[in-house]
């Protein structure tokens, strides 16, 4: 089981404030709130992108961050994203891990394009696989569905669903609700920086006591 | 035009040869120096505004202005007399070494940060990833216009012979006052560039079509 503990980022107006959680294996979270409400500063935090104030993260196991562009390398071909790391570790069988794969994705006929010959779709679902060749235990995705159509969209919840199947931890970023509903198991509520509300995915969507919430939902659910 | 050149061939050959060592040393001066310095700007403010500021100077003084600063006011004000192809070899090398700096320091800035995140997270080192993503990024789209940079400088070359520097337009010159044939051996050295000249712009084109790198 991952720890967060009293995480605490503080910029000038905005700060992420004590917050704590742990996500356990085969367990998902969804990070909600309004632009702005500090989702993807906490994600960046976890990540080690950011510098925390104060605070404890331990996470069990490797983590891997997929941003929400998706920032694969513009001078590698597809097979070369996800293999550059296990290369340079010297890794035995990286190669035929790609492939298992990039099969099992739908990838392997575009293993030697370019990220910029590829759809928003099958740009994230490469980004993810070279997470899985990190041997990645933790997944942090920074609003992976933002700019992809519905099929895509799609695509990226299967990927979800499979990673919680096999024990992966899942924490994401979104602002679509359908996704979070459809996705994680448990739903960290942001609000200006401060964790409003942890909650199950189905206490969430039918919130009758919290106003806050209930707007919440009422209003950015499509 | 074969018979001027067999004619000529050890005036022609001595010509050829210093433009070839000229324009050797203005590249591996602009090369190495710029890189580095290009590298260098790219973590020291103080070097980044130096580079910044020659590079502007650089642009708003014609290369021949300072090729004769260099070789008439400056010894003077020093009290030296330097050899004009050495003269060449530091303005030429200065400018280049400036340009292909400016070229690094600028490609080096536009370089998204992203990238550099996003190789972090993955959990490569620092020295990985300047190895594996940022020196191929950088190469790759400065690459081309390096390299038209230094089909310049051979071009630059040619203000070389008023300063006395015996390289291949001077032999030409001289040739063609002794004999009074323009029209081959001008011809010749129309020749001389477009044999060089032509198959670098076709690589540089070449290279620009298939590794052409996009941030995405």
């Given at each position: 089981?991952?720890?967060?503990?009293?995480?605490?980022?503080?910029?000038?107006?905005?700060?992420?404030?004590?917050?704590?959680?742990?996500?356990?294996?085969?367990?998902?979270?969804?990070?909600?709130?309004?632009?702005?409400?500090?989702?993807?500063?906490?994600?960046?935090?976890?990540?080690?992108?950011?510098?925390?104030?104060?605070?404890?993260?331990?996470?069990?196991?490797?983590?891997?961050?997929?941003?929400?562009?998706?920032?694969?390398?513009?001078?590698?071909?597809?097979?070369?994203?996800?293999?550059?790391?296990?290369?340079?570790?010297?890794?035995?069988?990286?190669?035929?891990?790609?492939?298992?794969?990039?099969?099992?994705?739908?990838?392997?006929?575009?293993?030697?394009k370019?990220?910029?010959?590829?759809?928003?779709?099958?740009?994230?679902?490469?980004?993810?696989?070279?997470?899985?060749?990190?041997?990645?235990?933790?997944?942090?995705?920074?609003?992976?569905?933002?700019?992809?159509?519905?099929?895509?969209?799609?695509?990226?919840?299967?990927?979800?669903?499979?990673?919680?199947?096999?024990?992966?931890?899942?924490?994401?970023?979104?602002?679509?609700?359908g996704?979070?509903e459809?996705?994680?198991?448990?739903?960290?509520?942001l609000?200006?920086?401060?964790?409003?509300?942890?909650?199950?995915?189905?206490s969430?969507?039918?919130?009758?006591?919290?106003?806050?919430?209930?707007?919440?939902?009422?209003?950015?659910?499509? | 035009?074969?018979?001027?050149?067999?004619?000529?061939?050890?005036?022609?050959?001595?010509?050829?040869?210093?433009?070839?060592?000229?324009?050797?040393?203005?590249?591996?001066?602009?090369?190495?120096?710029?890189?580095?310095?290009?590298?260098?700007?790219?973590?020291?403010?103080?070097?980044?505004?130096?580079?910044?500021s020659?590079?502007?100077?650089?642009?708003?003084?014609?290369?021949?202005?300072i090729?004769?600063?260099?070789?008439?006011?400056?010894?003077?004000?020093?009290?030296?007399?330097?050899?004009?192809?050495?003269?060449?070899?530091?303005?030429?090398?200065?400018?280049n070494?400036?340009?292909v700096?400016?070229?690094?320091?600028?490609?080096?800035?536009?370089?998204?940060?992203?990238?550099?995140?996003?190789?972090?997270?993955?959990?490569?080192?620092?020295?990985?990833?300047?190895?594996?993503?940022?020196?191929?990024?950088?190469?790759?789209?400065?690459?081309?216009?390096?390299?038209?940079?230094?089909?310049?400088?051979?071009?630059?070359t040619?203000?070389?012979?008023l300063?006395?520097?015996?390289?291949?337009?001077?032999?030409?010159?001289?040739?063609?006052?002794?004999?009074?044939?323009p029209?081959?051996i001008?011809t010749?050295?129309?020749?001389?560039?477009?044999?060089?000249?032509?198959?670098?712009?076709?690589?540089?084109?070449?290279f620009?079509?298939?590794?052409?790198?996009?941030?995405?």
């Open positions: 089981m991952s720890k967060i503990t009293n995480l605490t980022k503080s910029y000038e107006g905005f700060s992420v404030k004590d917050i704590s959680f742990s996500v356990s294996p085969g367990e998902a979270i969804a990070l909600v709130g309004k632009s702005g409400s500090g989702k993807s500063t906490l994600l960046r935090l976890l990540a080690g992108l950011e510098q925390k104030d104060a605070g404890e993260i331990n996470f069990d196991g490797k983590i891997a961050y997929v941003s929400q562009d998706y920032t694969l390398f513009p001078h590698l071909t597809l097979i070369e994203n996800i293999t550059l790391l296990p290369k340079l570790r010297g890794e035995k069988s990286y190669k035929e891990t790609a492939v298992t794969y990039l099969k099992e994705f739908e990838l392997y006929e575009h293993r030697n370019y990220p910029n010959e590829l759809s928003g779709g099958q740009r994230q679902r490469t980004a993810l696989i070279r997470a899985l060749m990190i041997n990645a235990r933790v997944f942090l995705l920074d609003e992976v569905t933002s700019a992809l159509d519905p099929e895509a969209t799609k695509n990226i919840l299967e990927m979800v669903q499979k990673l919680k199947e096999e024990d992966y931890q899942v924490i994401f970023a979104t602002h679509e609700l996704f979070a459809r996705g994680a198991d448990r739903v960290m509520f609000d200006e920086g401060d964790l409003y509300k942890d909650i199950s995915v189905d969430f969507f039918n919130q009758e006591d919290d106003s806050k919430i209930k707007t919440f939902v009422e209003n950015y659910y499509f | 035009m074969i018979d001027i050149l067999i004619n000529h061939q050890a005036l022609f050959l001595s010509g050829f040869i210093t433009t070839v060592k000229l324009f050797v040393l203005i590249v591996i001066i602009g090369l190495a120096g710029g890189t580095l310095l290009g590298a260098l700007s790219s973590k020291i403010e103080l070097f980044g505004d130096i580079v910044t020659l590079k502007f100077l650089s642009k708003v003084i014609p290369v021949l202005v090729l004769f600063w260099f070789h008439y006011p400056l010894q003077v004000l020093l009290g030296v007399v330097v050899d004009p192809f050495w003269t060449a070899v530091a303005v030429f090398g200065l400018v070494l400036i340009s700096a400016y070229l690094i320091f600028s490609e080096i800035k536009l370089l998204p940060k992203k990238y550099i995140e996003s190789a972090s997270s993955l959990g490569m080192t620092q020295g990985e990833i300047v190895r594996n993503i940022e020196i191929p990024l950088v190469f790759k789209r400065s690459f081309p216009e390096v390299m038209l940079l230094q089909a310049t400088m051979l071009e630059y040619l203000f070389a012979s300063i006395a520097v015996p390289e291949i337009f001077r032999v030409a010159q001289n040739v063609n006052s002794l004999i009074y044939d029209v081959p001008y010749l050295l129309i020749l001389f560039f477009v044999v060089i000249l032509a198959p670098l712009h076709l690589f540089v084109t070449y620009k079509k298939y590794n052409k790198v996009e941030y995405v």
